[in-house]
């Protein structure tokens, strides 16, 4: 495993060069930075603004700055907040356990959800379990998961008032896992219904072993394979934060921390920030393959 | 997921489960019956569910200025959070605003932002989709390498940071949803094609003499037109979902348009005190949505050749 990260990872350095300078670029794009926000917040003359600008070396040229910020963050300096002047590190040592809940309960919410109705529902054709199957799988792609999560709020919250409206893992966790579950749902459903036709079924069968064995034992391994994929890739997307459900629900993670920062204009949070979405991504598709070779021998690492 | 947004929340939410599906498309196994020519009218209810929920909303959407009963900016802030009534249907949000006109003016906001969205990205993803699977070589390599990294990049921190960089108005939103969509339609396009060129009827035009440029366009072209249809339909559906995302997050369209979203976000924030302002919007936002999806996944079944 050791060999093959130290193979792999090296691999993923372009994608994120790319990603922080395109973020760079763009960032550079907007007009008015931190100066002017702070001075139509706090009221900054125009010398003050100067002397800000020149202390936090925007007077350079862009390279320049960007080679400085990159520096910085090969030693693990992910800079100062504009805002706040705190490191980005202390920031993001606060949002990042609040994201890792969130995904660790959304991803046990998929899986309980997901595997169970999309191993049923491809089995049995037909079935109730297939009908719900296919439901929950259109409607989890096609309407927008804040919608789902401002229904649940206005349910449990406002209504029933079994959980408050914010800080409660419940409700984000219900609703991210659920939404997940729709992709793991029709993944799972048509490949167990591509498997359910193979010979080494119906041998499973002929020889007379109960269905949920023969389910359980010999058709899930095999159907796993692009499901393993799937929930990966949604890990790698949840680790980087869930900027919409973050904001529905009030919760402090990595996705708040973002929003927040570039309706602030603070930069070093948002480059910061972007570049652990993106490891995040990265490093759950290098996770996915590696997996892939647990699970299918035939496939190797 | 635009899951994918959304997925990697909304606006990509959506995309890694439409790319994926794209990839399947050969493989997929639709539930309804398949009709035997592709002249004939689709049968599935899926289709004409999704067609009818969309032509609705497209009427609502072209002909919003003669349907609002009220001007969807006017304030009455002595009757605010006022519950539905005969004059006003679905009642008056927090500034005293008829809802009923917001939601129609909303349509023309989220549903026009999301078709020209896509309007704008499909063209250009499906000629660079075209020119790099058929052509191949270093552009395509270049390409595939940009893909990539677009992949891995948090698709609506791309929107954000764009909008933010182009000011907040429908252009810019429109804008930021097309740059997201580009590569969707390129890979989609690309796989197609080079798919299709591995066929024997490419070969056959290949050796009757044909011109490559006619082969791409003549021959190639209309076996992945159906394709377009489908996925320019999910596509529909998730630059939707991504206008509502942006605007719920403040960083949309002018604060002053009634978007869709900025009606959920100003809904939520008062819902303790009137639900009838955020649950309207949330249900005619997800029909809509879940329409051009019906229409997708219908038409697939309909115009996919290999799905017969």
Partial sequence: ?301 | MVASATSRSRSRVAESTFTRSAARTGLHTPSEPRPPHRSSLPKSRQFWTGFGIVSIAAFVALAAPLLMPYDPLAQDIYRRFEAPSLAHPLGLDEFGRDLLSRLIGGARITLVTGMMAIGLAMPLGVALGAWSGFVRGWVDAVLMRLLDVQLAYPGILLALVLIVSLGPSQRSVVIALAVGYVPYFARIVRAAVIREEALEYVTGARALGQREWMILFRHIGPNIAGLLVVHGSFGVCGAMIGEASLSFLGLGVNPSDPSWGRMLSNGTQVMYVAQHIVIVPVVVLSVVTLGWYMLGEGSRSWLDPRQR
């Fill in chain 1, 1 to 301: 495993m050791l060999t093959y990260m130290a193979r792999r990872i090296p691999q993923m350095l372009p994608t994120l060069l790319l990603a922080s300078i395109v973020t760079f670029i763009l960032l550079r794009l907007v007009p008015g930075d931190i100066a002017d926000v702070l001075a139509v917040e706090g009221g900054v003359s125009d010398e003050s603004k100067e002397v800000l600008r020149a202390e936090m070396g925007f007077d350079d040229p862009a390279p320049v700055q960007y080679l400085r910020w990159l520096g910085h963050l090969l030693t693990g300096d992910m800079g100062h907040s504009y805002w706040t002047n705190l490191p980005v590190s202390e920031l993001f040592g606060h949002a990042f356990p609040k994201t890792l809940q969130l995904a660790g309960a959304s991803m046990a919410v998929a899986i309980l959800v997901g595997v169970p109705l999309g191993l049923l529902g491809g089995a049995f054709p037909g079935s109730p379990f297939d009908y719900l199957a296919a439901t929950l799988a259109t409607i989890m792609t096609s309407v927008p998961t804040f919608a789902i999560g401002i229904l649940a709020l206005l349910l449990f919250a406002v209504q029933l008032q079994w959980v408050p409206a914010t800080g409660s893992l419940a409700l984000p966790a219900v609703v991210l896992g659920i939404d997940i579950s729709g992709n793991l749902v029709r993944t799972l459903r048509s490949d167990v219904r591509a498997e359910l036709r193979s010979d080494y079924i119906r041998t499973a069968h002929a020889k007379g072993l109960p269905t949920s064995r023969v389910l359980g034992r010999h058709l899930l391994p095999n159907a796993l394979t692009t499901t393993i994929t799937v929930m990966g890739l949604a890990l790698g997307n949840l680790l980087g934060g869930t900027v919409i459900v973050e904001t529905v629900f009030n919760w402090p993670g990595i996705g708040d921390l973002t929003i927040n920062a570039i309706r602030n204009r603070d930069y070093p949070v948002v480059q910061a920030m972007v570049m652990v979405m993106t490891a995040a991504f990265v490093i759950a598709n290098i996770g996915v393959d590696f997996l892939y070779g647990l699970v299918d021998p035939r496939v190797r690492v």
